[in-house]
């Protein structure tokens, strides 16, 4: 019996008893809530159903606590419910429904955890978008592994996930870079406001390289644009899908620009009346719909200010029929939801179907000290360095790891550790100890069977309740847009595992000629179910896991 079975119990159960008093089962949350108590000697799963709903129905807690645990021992898959406190139910399973979880994982294989929440929701997932005048910093790679990973969580959630990667090819910036490139072909410095590092003369003397004209040109500002863009961007793309990492859209700034996208939304705000005339500018009245001042989109020498082009975004993402836009967006653009969400009210949309998570800096240390220089760009921390220094299993998790919320200090000593305080070692060692016992198994001719009610030590029972809380992992992950959720999840995962299987009494592999008992072929089978449940976690990660280490 899985946790959201045993809620449908409970909530069965009370509807029962509610109305064999002549009291309203209206009054029952539509989703009752069970979870693992803290301390496991308050049984295996506990309830607050009956102090949710007593007061709204006019009687004590602890009676209708008291009801419901006499209704609910009589069930076949329940063997003890006790009444705690102010009228909290603990709950523990009969061996028998708690081992079904296992035979549930296993038949599910990769589809376990998965749900049908986000069913129907199309979602387009805006993450990294990385300038590209440059290689991707730090913070990029936490947005590409977060990202990825939150994409993978939506849809394991049922939702239809689109990601995108907005391409910056408008504005100063790239015009800051193409003089940069410029500098370096002519053998200068680069410009006071410009980009520096190994890089941009790797780029300048590709485009030389394809243009041997390309200074003396006419044009040669935009030669040097044209080909130095395409080429960082294409490394950017390299970079990302080495990473493990790949975009379904890449949308291009400029597009909106030249098909004349920003000047139609600026006209249908006009017309709304939703922008104002001041000071020879344009301004959305934003702070009429929530943001903290209003926001110039039409600057007064006549060119569109930059929310012009994400106001334009908007309504393209929202005209190719996305149910759900998320923006996955940098420490500095914290301002941003605010003048996104202002942005859809002012075009008449909803301003729930946008949401901008901002994501907080990343440090890397080593022997204690700070690392800030680049071998390549110079002046900051890349993703192929990082993925360089410690591989693309350990960067992806250890970027997913914690929440987005705060600052992240990644210690690339700890990294490079094959030992448990490595936390993605410890996980992948976790799921490669599980495939080497069944590959010893399957050697010594071992066959699994599925006598679950013969699992009733407390470390089977731990364990097979950790893996039956996934799905619910899965599920709050996915709507609270928290994929280090998981992670946590698997290292709570692998610390149980661990203890299960260091606990003499719970050996799985018979010792030397012993006979294998019946007990240990259902122990297979605990093993497997919890191997997938590994494998699902990681995949959702978009890190291996490995067989053997």
Not at 107 to 120: C, F, I, P, S, V
Not at 297 to 325: H, N
Not at 328 to 346: E, F, N, T, V
Request: overall charge negative; charged content about 25%; some cysteine.
């Amino acid at each position: 019996m899985t946790p959201a079975a045993l809620a449908e119990l409970v909530r069965a159960t009370a509807v029962d008893v509610l109305t064999s008093r002549g009291l309203d089962p209206a009054a029952l949350p539509t989703a009752v809530t069970v979870e693992r108590p803290r301390n496991p000697e308050h049984g295996d799963y506990a309830t607050n159903l009956a102090l949710q709903t007593a007061k709204k129905v006019g009687v004590p807690s602890r009676d209708l606590a008291g009801w419901l645990a006499d209704a609910l021992t009589g069930a076949e898959s329940i063997s003890a419910v006790e009444v705690a406190g102010p009228g909290f139910l603990n709950l523990r399973l009969a061996a028998d429904a708690q081992g079904e979880i296992v035979r549930d994982v296993l038949e599910a294989g990769a589809a376990y955890g998965r749900g049908d929440r986000l069913a129907g929701v199309r979602i387009n997932l805006e993450f990294v978008s990385a300038n590209p005048t440059g290689p991707i910093h730090l913070g990029g790679t936490r947005w590409a592994a977060v990202g990825d990973a939150l994409g993978r969580i939506l849809e394991a959630n049922g939702g239809e996930v689109t990601r995108e990667y907005y391409f910056n090819d408008a504005g100063a910036q790239i015009d800051r870079f193409v003089r940069s490139l410029i500098a370096a072909a002519k053998g200068e410095p680069a410009p006071e406001d410009g980009y520096a590092g190994g890089y941009i003369s790797d780029i300048a003397a590709e485009v030389l390289r394809q243009e041997p004209g390309a200074l003396a040109a006419e044009d040669s500002h935009e030669v040097f644009r044209r080909i130095g863009v395409t080429l960082m961007f294409e490394e950017i793309k390299k970079d990302l899908h080495d990473f493990g990492t790949d975009f379904d859209v890449y949308f291009h700034e400029n597009s909106l620009h030249e098909s004349g996208a920003v000047a139609k939304a600026v006209d249908q705000l006009k017309g709304s009346g939703a922008l104002y005339f001041d000071n020879g500018a344009w301004w959305l009245r934003s702070t009429e719909f929530g943001d903290d001042k209003d926001r110039v989109v039409i600057k007064s020498d006549g060119d569109p200010a930059y929310i012009a082009g994400d106001i334009a975004y908007l309504v393209d993402k929202r005209s190719r029929g996305f149910d759900l836009c998320i923006y996955m967006l940098g420490a500095d653009h914290h301002g941003y939801i605010g003048r996104l969400k202002a942005a859809a009210s002012a075009l008449g949309d909803d301003p729930a179907s946008v949401e901008v998570l901002i994501g907080q800096m990343v440090n890397l240390v080593s022997e204690g000290k700070p690392v800030r220089m680049s071998k390549r760009a110079g002046t900051v921390i890349t993703m192929q360095d990082l993925v360089d220094a410690v591989g693309v299993d350990a960067a992806r998790y250890a970027m997913s790891r914690s929440s987005v919320d705060s600052s992240l200090d990644i210690d690339l000593d700890l990294l490079r550790k094959r030992s448990n305080d490595n936390p993605v070692y410890y996980v992948q060692y976790a799921h490669s100890r599980i495939s080497s016992v069944l590959r010893n198994a399957a050697d010594l001719g071992m066959t699994p069977n599925e006598s679950y009610g013969l699992l009733r030590h407390d470390r089977e029972g731990d364990l097979i309740r950790t893996i039956g809380e996934f799905p619910r992992v899965v599920a709050t992950a996915g709507e609270l847009r928290e994929p280090h959720r998981v992670a946590r999840y698997l290292e709570e995962l692998a610390g149980t595992l661990h203890r299960f299987y260091d606990t003499p009494e719970c050996r799985v592999l018979p010792r030397g000629d012993d006979e294998v008992t019946e007990v240990q072929r259902a122990r297979l089978q605990l093993c497997a179910a919890t191997r997938q449940v590994f494998a699902n976690g990681l995949a959702l990660l978009g890190v291996t896991a490995p067989e053997r280490m």
